[in-house]
Every structure is written in C-alpha cells, then in structure tokens.
C-alpha cells in the first residue's frame, strides 16, 4: 500500500510562490507533484472565518500583483478570477487625500501628487508604471558575468529609456526617503509611504532599496494596477484560481505530507522523502528533473539537506540570514457599531457611513523622526514595544467597505474591523524572549490604545471581541513566515535582487546540488507580497536548463539576459510577439 | 482615458455572462459529489457557492483561532464503506486516508463504569456482558440480522432512487431480511431498544447511537434507522488532515475534468425562462446560463427564495411552505488544551474512542433532557459526545502537541432566555460536566475555549435553516419517496431544468453523499449522457432482488 511516486517536477510547499511554479511546469505539460505540509494548500493566502459569519485574512490581503505576466500566462480568470472592485484604496493623487498626523490632518499637495506620479511612471505618454513593476520583481537577476550598474539594473534601463532626468547613478544607492526628498513635497506624506513600504516588505529608510520599496508600494497603490486591493473571495479567492490553474493542467496536489529530507543522490537532488506522520506515511516520491524547494530557505537548507551535504561556512550563512524587519503584529475589531473617526481627523465630506474605504488609518505620519523612533524599538533594541501606544505607528484595514454583495460579516449587528497591523520584534531575536508577545491581552489593548487615537469609539461599550495574532502564532501556522516574518527573509539591499539570499544562490539554482531549485519568498528575488513573481522568473532558469518547454503562452522578461552556455528563455519567435 | 489606456491591459476577470450545460448550487458534499461525476462525464459544470470556501459541512475550520483547526464534522463519515464516489474517484488511495479506529463510541458513567461500541463486535459484546451477559448476547445476535439490513438493503438503497412506502413493503417482503426490516420500520427506536436490551445503562448508550442525529425517539415508521445508525455508528471513519480534505479531493476532481467552482458566489435568483430554469443570476451580477439547474439548498430556499412562488402551482408551493426543519440542533463547545480528555472510567480503551458520551445515566434522563430541547430548554440533566480531533490526526493543530477537541450536545434553535446570554452559561455548564467526566479537562490545561450554538450553524450554513444540520426534519413524511416531497424526491423537480440533490432530498444528510450521486445520475439519463461510472456490486445485488 505504501507505492513511491514519481513524477518530472517535485514542488515542496502549496504556498503562493509553490502553487504559481505548479500552475507554470503544469501548463508546460511536465508532471508535478505539489506536497504541502498542512492540511490545506494556501500558505499565507487563506481566510477564515474564526467566528461563524465574520471572515478575515490572517495574513495577506491585498493583491499586489497587478502587474504580474500571471493574468495573461496561466489565465487565472478561466479558473474563476474576480474582483472587489468597490475595495479599492485610496488613490494618491487623484482626490483629496489627507495624512493623519498627531497634529490632525495634513493635506498632500499637488506637489506631492505630481511628484508621486512621476516616480511611478504616470506622467509619461504612455505611462511606464506597468514596465518600472515589470523591471523591478518580474525579471530574474542577471547572470553573474553581467556587471550591475545603471544601464544594467532593469528598472534603471525603465528610468533611462521613460524619464531620463531621474536616470542617475544616485537612484542606486538612495533611501526611499531620499527618493521622496527630491520629488515629493510633505513630510507626513513621504512617512506614510515609508511605512507603508515597511509593511510591505523593502523599508523607506534602507541603502540603496529607493526604488525596490517605492515600488512595493505602489504596486498595491491604485490606479496603479487598476485598483488590485481586493480579490472577490478575499485573497484566497486569488489563491484558488492559481491552485486551480495547476490542478486542470495536471498537478497532482498531495496535502499533510510534510517533508523530511530532499534525497541527494551522486550531488542531485532526485526526490524527497516525507515524515512520518505524512498522509501515507514516510514515503519517498521521486523527481526526474527537479525538485523544487517553495518552503522557507532556513529549513530547506538547515534540516531537509543540512550537513550531509553541505559544509559549515554556508550552512552558517544561512543561519545569519537576517529575519528582521517583516514580524507584525496583527488585530481584527468585532465591534457593534461602525468605527467612528474623531473630529480632528474627519476629512472634509466625511460620512460616518462611509467610514473606512479601503485602508483605515495610518497614524501617526508625524514625521521620519517619529518612523525611527518606532524602528529602532523593533530592530535597534529589539524588545517588546516600550514607546506608548499614542506612538506606535500602525496601518489598518477597514473591512467596512467591501462591495455589499462580497460582506465580511454576515453576522447581524457585527461589524468586522481590520485587520491592523503594527511592526513588532522578530520572536527568534527579541531580547526579552520569544514568547514574549504571547501575552495577547496586553498586545490587543496595546493595538486597540493606538488604534483609538484615531478612532472614537473603540470602547468596551462598542467591542465584542478582538482577534488578536503574534508574530509567533503566524510562524506556527505558517512555517514559511518564519520568525513571524511576513517577506520569509528580509528585503535589504544585501538580501535583494542579486543577492537574493545569497549571491551564488540567486538564480534560484542550488550550486553543487543539480535539479535542485528555490522557490520561496524567502529564498528567492523578488521575496513576498503574492506577485507570481517567483514562479515568472524561475521559469526562465529552468527554460535555461532546458527543463521548461513552454508554448507560444510564454514570453520572457523585456529586461531578463540569457546566462551563457545555456537556452535562452525568449521564445524562438518573431519579436514583436515575444515581449510585452 | 480608462484604466487600461494608463497602465496598459489589465488582468481579465471572469466573464459577466457565461454558458453551461449544468450549474450546481451549493457546493457541499452533494453539489462536490455531483460537480464531480457530470464533469467527468463531459459535461461543462459550473459549481457556485455562497461561503469563500467549498464544502458545506465538510469543514476544518479555524475556530480556535489562531492556530487550532476544528474538524467538526469528524464524527459523520459513516457511508464511507459503500459511498460510491470513494471507488468512483479514486478517494482511498495516497490524496485521501480514511482511518477506522475499533474503539468507536463510548458511555461513561459517573460511577466510572463506561460502555464501548466498538467496530469489531465481540469486543462491544464484551464491554456490554459488564452490565449483562444477556444484553451481550442479544447484541451479537441483533447485531447478525442488522449488519444483514444495512448491508443489503439499507446501505445500497441510499444510492438507488426510491421506491413509495407500498412499493417497498412489497420489495420488502421478498426476503426474510426484508421482513425483519418491515418489522423495524414499524416500531418507534425507544421500542426496538427497548424490546433488545434488558439493562438500563445499555438501553440509553443504543438510544443515544441510534437517535443523536435527530430521530425522535417515540416516533413509529422510523425503526429501519436504528440498525443503520447503531451499525455505521460503529463504523465511522476519520478523514485524515479534516473533513475539508474530502471537500478538496472532490472538487480536484472537478477541476481536473473542467469544471469551474466559483467561491463567493451567492446566487440571487434562478433565471426563468418559459417555465424552464436556464440558468443563476449571483448576488454580484453575472449570470451563468445552463440547461440544467441543480439546487443542493434546503426546500424554502430553492423554490421560495431564488425560483419564487410565481413560477409554481398552488399544490407545489404548499407542498414546499409545509417543509419542517429539525427539531434540535447542537451547541458545540470546541476547546483547544494541552492533553487530550482522558476520562475516569474502568476502561482504558475509552480514552483512545472517537467519541464518548457522558452526562447521560439512564434512559429516563435522556428522554428527558431531549423532551428538555424540544420544549426550547436545556436544563442541569444535560449530556452529549465529545470527540478529540487530535487523537489521530496532529496536522489540525499549528502548535506541535497540542490538542482539539469538541463537545456536543443536542440543543434548540430558540432558548428560553437567547442564545445571547444562554451561551455563556452553558459553556461553565459544560466544563463542569466534562471535568467531572475527565478530570484533566482544568481550566490549566485549557488553552482556549470557543462555543457555537444553532444561531451561529445556521450563521454560517444559511441553508441549515434553524441550524437543522439535515436541512429537514427526518420523519415519515419527510423520508423516502416524501423528501423533500413526492414531486421532487427523484431528484427531478416539477419545474422543467430543476432538480434538488442537497440533504433535503432522498435520501437525506449526515454526508451520506446519496442526493448528489442520485441527482448526477439523473441529470446524465435526461440529458443523454453517457455514464462513465457503474453501480457497485452491493447496489447491483440490491437492485436485483428487490428491485426487478
């Protein structure tokens, strides 16, 4: 009864980044086998509904993949594809738009608006926003004999080729902030969008990370991708059109099937073999061509091979691979009545009703100072949060303002807030311990104190429950978010891009370990946010390997340079259909 | 300028209008089971559901949030030795593990004397000789001639369309099983169980088995149920990973043969055309056009809600307005704790039992406290089952070596006093009892608690009206040929395109899986497709001697 398996393609994780890698070999007609270790495939895409009738996103829940060759390549649609498009964001620059600072509201101007446009690729006929997404997480790192610089550097080559003025070798080695000090004009603005690239993964403050965590926010910033923020079916409705798209093309999804070790045969990888408490037990299930690790680096390279095969120097550069910087904290409000802005922070035109849109508030934009000040307590000192709760900058959600036929609670006389989000110490290197934020009580009020600067009636009278979730609950469900850490592995300039998560590592091949490829948010360019990206790009190194054989449904990155001795992964066609 | 003029061609969404050959509403057990063999069969199958996720009952859900998943529906998978979908597709093989445990059902008592079902009927024997030797032997002996019924009559017929009461008294009469089941049929459970077992304590662990799923004790014409419930109840398997795994399998298996599911999808109305049924319109807009429509809803919300009484004779729709929902539904408490229950009894098996009762000391309490439920009370003689999900699957919980488990009791739609403020107090209530039942279960190995009470089933499950998780009371006039009427029980309804294969229709619910394999047959015979699938042997052995 305990038969092995065998297939072309063994994928190690039904997360966003696995399932989009199936759904890619699937439709190239290779047999795939994708193992997950939960009982349900999803990852960090996936809603629940905790308390009959009110449903929330655990962890992700915007979609910021607008952009993503995806759409057209698999063709989600055909597997049920909708949106919300009611729960769209706030566009910048378009309305009336306000920051909430400490001090109240403080308007963005046209200075900013236009500035924000600029650097997005809106101002140009044609716009260039789709190409500058495109450069900078759909494109794979270029070969290592290709010198990095500013005609290299994919979104560069977008700057020089659409807005020539902004094409400097500066670019390259901004902050985020720079990048806004010289286009934008307020100072509550600019912080706003530096948090809001901190929750998405590359910091407004980090070296030479301008562009990378410029565009992490706009990629979920409407119009940008026409207003991308809500999957209908939340975002694990996005999911199941991506799994579903890699079951119709044939991948064989097998779930509770945890694996134990990659098995490396002769210095390749040729199958795995599962735990024992896998659904059929401890089997082994065979890859021809390719097993492919969508599980977090740290474990694949740490406990699935470990020193069998590899040496202590790299295997302690994958211990040193820095967690930080992604860990959220994360509330969601059942409450009985609406929330309701304080006066001071009531824009003009605010209905009570209308009280949300799509993002709740982002307080307190004060100023960078006040952003450090939060970012040091998190990375700096590394300890629960000891700045006050007025303080603690934070990000919401308001469920509030989903289209009415696609509600959040159907549950009567209760209304789902949230999610909020707060940047919280990495357990794994918090000083006061890792458990140290399992006391939920205390957290929650922490979350609710700050959500209340801005919100009146978040009072006993009006709450019924908060649902609150730690960084070390998130790892526990979601191994791949290890650390709590929403990107997997953080997004600097030193694990971005080229070296993503290392150097030698970051054209997603395992060196010294053929038919071996990662495929994670954490061990792989472009990292998180459910973009479909990881899956784009390592389509072109297993093209190269000659591995993929797509049909004429493939087209390769405009800014992706083949590596040398090996297939190029654009297509044999006429040009002018071989790009976008 | 529109948005695809600024930032170039946007992703494409799923069409407004789209065409079908059959749209299933509902994606629960049966509109899966259906997708799943119309689909394969070539036809193009669009399934819809309400919820963001497919699978109706066949949920694991995150409850004990975060972290802790409970599998609440753990206990119903009885039919899984004869459902044909399980051979039909594959379902017992590496993508789905099913595990049976001997140790099936247990009683415990205060005194902590305990009774165990268990599968293998010597060692149920054994447990019951404690009481009496001659209860035992009778066990064995009713045991014998029930596995008979269930295995040649009642567990085949659950997926052969059905027969009127006198066409199967006649069928019945053809063979001495038959007889002994026409026999049963006429008595009330109370007097089958009654009439078996001399001892007490017996009598109330087979009234519970065989009524817990909703059979009022006292009611005649429904004795046939006692060995099919007392027999599959000792026979319940454990899906591996959670109910909703099931769920997955089937609608993988829909995908792979073409079909669509659409998640979030709630249907607005059933689009009539010459009174035909052509098609749904959902909630959001879009509309799917079908030849036909398959409804696994309950009776009010198919034809009152989406179809609407214009379409229907008089005759019908007070046929449809005289539907009757359950009688009681159940309030669950689910716990996540740091050991699983382990119960103060004389046996050690009970602790490794998928289920156990406790409360319950005799066959007067019990009635009583189910007298209690219907009259909308539950007073201080309460009992009902608890089962740790966890015993044999550790994948429900994130937390390694923690555990899930659920208590269940039988519990009214409408209590005197609100859920509201009843649901609190009962869950103290319930500690209490359990604690005293398995005294681990402290407040320091708890690590979360969350009730549901039939207000928030039917939250969830909108068609699990007044959280009756069968969709309708099962008494005569609602079984068999009457369910959910004579109109409809064939799964074909009077209006032209419809058919109804939810838990509503022959042959009900509890994941039997009957209604959407009898609805896809039907659908395939009218619209002259071929069937892929064959019937079993059990159903073929069946078929011909009673039906032929």
Same mark, same amino acid.
């Given at each position: 009864m305990n038969k092995e398996e065998r297939y072309d393609i063994v994928i190690i994780g039904a997360g966003h980044n696995g399932t989009t890698t199936a759904a890619y070999l699937a439709k190239c007609g290779l047999s795939v086998c994708l193992l997950e270790e939960r009982p349900e495939c999803g990852g960090a895409q996936e809603t629940c509904e905790?308390?009959?009738g009110v449903r929330i996103q655990p962890h992700a829940i915007a979609n910021y993949g607008g952009s993503a060759p995806g759409w057209e390549q698999l063709e989600l649609w055909k597997y049920g594809f909708r949106m919300d498009w009611k729960a769209g964001a706030i566009v910048p620059f378009n309305t009336d738009r306000y920051m909430t600072t400490t001090d109240g509201l403080s308007k963005v101007t046209d200075k900013d608006k236009m500035g924000y446009a600029k650097i997005t690729g809106l101002l140009t006929d044609p716009p260039f926003f789709k190409d500058l997404m495109r450069a900078t997480f759909w494109c794979p790192p270029h070969p290592p004999h290709v010198e990095l610089n500013e005609n290299t550097i994919p979104f560069m080559q977008v700057y020089k080729q659409h807005q020539p003025d902004m094409w400097t070798r500066e670019l390259l080695e901004w902050t985020m902030f720079d990048l806004m000090d010289e286009y934008l004009d307020t100072e509550p603005f600019k912080v706003n969008q530096a948090w809001i690239a901190l929750v998405s993964g590359a910091h407004g403050h980090m070296e030479g990370a301008a562009i990378p965590a410029l565009c992490s926010v706009a990629t979920v910033m409407p119009p940008a991708v026409a207003m991308p923020v809500a999957p209908r079916g939340n975002i694990h409705g996005y999911y199941h059109a991506l799994l579903r798209c890699a079951i119709a093309h044939g991948a064989v999804v097998r779930t509770c099937c945890p694996v134990e070790e990659i098995i490396i045969e002769h210095d390749r990888a040729v199958g795995v073999r599962l735990r024992d408490d896998a659904t059929w037990g401890a089997k082994k299930i065979w890859a021809n061509k390719a097993v492919i690790s969508a599980v977090h680096i740290k474990p694949t390279f740490l406990e699935m091979i470990g020193p069998r095969h590899l040496d202590s120097g790299f295997l302690q550069r994958i211990k040193d691979l820095s967690l930080k910087g992604g860990s959220l904290y994360m509330t969601h409000y059942l409450t009985r009545e609406r929330l309701r802005v304080r006066p001071k922070f009531q824009t003009p035109g605010y209905r009570y009703e209308d009280y949300g849109s799509f993002t709740g508030p982002f307080f307190p934009n004060d100023s960078r100072e006040l952003y450090f000040e939060n970012v040091t307590e998190v990375m700096g000192h590394q300890r629960n949060l000891t700045i006050p709760p007025e303080r603690a900058m934070y990000g919401m959600v308001a469920s509030e303002t989903y289209a009415e036929c696609h509600p959040?609670?159907?549950?009567?006389g209760v209304y789902i807030n949230g999610p909020q989000w707060m940047l919280v110490p990495t357990p794994e290197y918090n000083v006061d311990g890792m458990d140290a934020m399992e006391d939920k009580v205390k957290w929650n009020e922490y979350m609710r104190k700050a959500l209340s600067q801005v919100v009146e009636n978040l009072d006993s009278d009006n709450i019924i429950q908060i649902l609150g979730e730690s960084p070390r609950e998130q790892e526990f469900r979601n191994t791949g978010m290890l650390g709590g850490s929403w990107y997997g592995l953080r997004c600097d300039r030193d694990q971005w891009w080229n070296e993503r998560p290392l150097p030698e590592l970051a054209r997603y091949r395992v060196p010294g370990i053929d038919g071996l490829y990662l495929s994670h948010q954490s061990s792989a360019h472009p990292g998180g946010l459910c973009l479909m990206a990881v899956g784009y790009n390592l389509m072109h190194i297993l093209i190269e390997d000659g591995i993929a054989e797509p049909g004429d449904w493939w087209y390769a990155s405009p800014w992706y340079i083949p590596e040398e001795g090996k297939i190029s992964a654009i297509p044999n066609r006429p040009s002018s259909v071989s790009t976008r | 300028m529109t948005t695809d003029d600024i930032f170039g061609h946007m992703f494409q969404e799923f069409p407004e209008n789209s065409e079908w050959d059959v749209v299933i509403i509902g994606a629960g057990p049966n509109g899966l089971m259906a997708a799943a063999y119309l689909a394969k069969a070539g036809l193009k199958v669009a399934l819809v559901e309400r919820r963001y996720e497919i699978g109706g009952g066949l949920a694991t859900e995150e409850i004990l949030y975060p972290c802790y998943s409970s599998n609440p529906h753990v206990i119903y998978h009885m039919m899984v030795d004869y459902m044909p979908v399980i051979k039909d597709f594959n379902l017992d093989g590496p993508s789905l593990l099913w595990i049976k445990p001997n140790a099936q059902t247990a009683m415990v008592f205060e005194d902590g004397k305990s009774l165990l079902l268990t599968q293998m009927i010597e060692d149920t024997k054994d447990s019951i000789s404690k009481f009496s030797f001659k209860d035992a032997v009778n066990f064995g002996k009713v045991m014998r001639s029930w596995r008979r019924i269930v295995d040649e009559i009642v567990a085949p017929a659950t997926y052969v369309p059905t027969m009127t009461p006198i066409e199967m008294s006649m069928a019945l009469q053809k063979t001495k099983v038959g007889q002994e089941m026409l026999e049963l049929i006429e008595q009330s459970p109370l007097d089958i169980i009654n009439n078996t077992f001399e001892n007490d304590r017996v009598r109330a662990l087979m009234l519970y088995a065989s009524c817990m799923w909703g059979l009022d004790p006292r009611e005649t014409g429904i004795g046939f149920f006692v060995p099919l419930l007392l027999d599959r109840g000792m026979n319940k398997c454990y899906c591996y990973g959670g109910s909703h795994k099931f769920a997955s399998a089937m609608g993988r298996e829909i995908i792979k043969a073409g079909g669509l599911i659409l998640e979030h999808a709630e249907v607005s109305k059933i689009i009539m055309q010459n009174r035909r049924a052509v098609g749904v319109e959902l909630a959001e807009g879009r509309t799917l056009r079908s030849k036909v429509v398959m409804s696994t809803l309950d009776p009010h919300t198919t034809f009152l809600d989406l179809v609407g009484a214009q379409h229907m004779d008089k005759d019908f729709k007070a046929l449809i307005d005289g539907w009757k929902y359950d009688k009681w539904s159940f309030y669950t408490l689910h716990v996540a704790s740091e050991e699983p229950p382990r119960y103060k009894c004389d046996d050690p098996w009970i602790n490794d039992a998928f289920m156990t009762i406790f409360g319950i000391e005799s066959t007067e309490q019990l009635l009583a406290h189910w007298d209690n439920v219907v009259a909308g009370k539950i007073g201080a003689n309460f009992g009902g089952h608890a089962t740790c999900e966890t015993l044999h699957d550790p994948h429900l919980s994130d937390k390694p070596s923690k555990h899930i488990s659920f208590f269940q009791m039988h519990a009214p739609y409408e209590i005197q006093g609100g859920w509201e403020k009843k649901a609190k107090e009962m869950e103290e209530a319930v500690l209490a009892k359990w604690q005293k039942a398995a005294p681990n279960m402290k407040r320091e190995n708890i690590i979360m608690t969350v009730h549901e009470t039939p207000v928030d089933i039917e939250t969830r499950f909108p068609n699990m009206r007044r959280g009756g998780i069968k969709h309708g009371d099962y008494k005569p006039i609602q079984? *068999?040929?009457?369910?959910?009427n004579q109109e409809c029980s064939s799964t074909?309804?009077?209006?032209? *395109?419809l058919y109804v294969c939810g838990a509503s229709t022959y042959p009900g619910g509890l994941v039997l899986g009957g209604p959407g394999y009898l609805g896809a047959n039907k659908v395939a015979e009218d619209l002259g497709v071929k069937k892929w699938w064959k019937t079993t042997p059990e159903m073929d052995r069946y078929i011909k001697t009673y039906l032929t």
């Open positions: 905790p308390i009959a959040q609670s159907t549950r009567p | 079984l *068999g040929s009457f369910r959910p074909k309804t009077p209006i032209e *395109g």
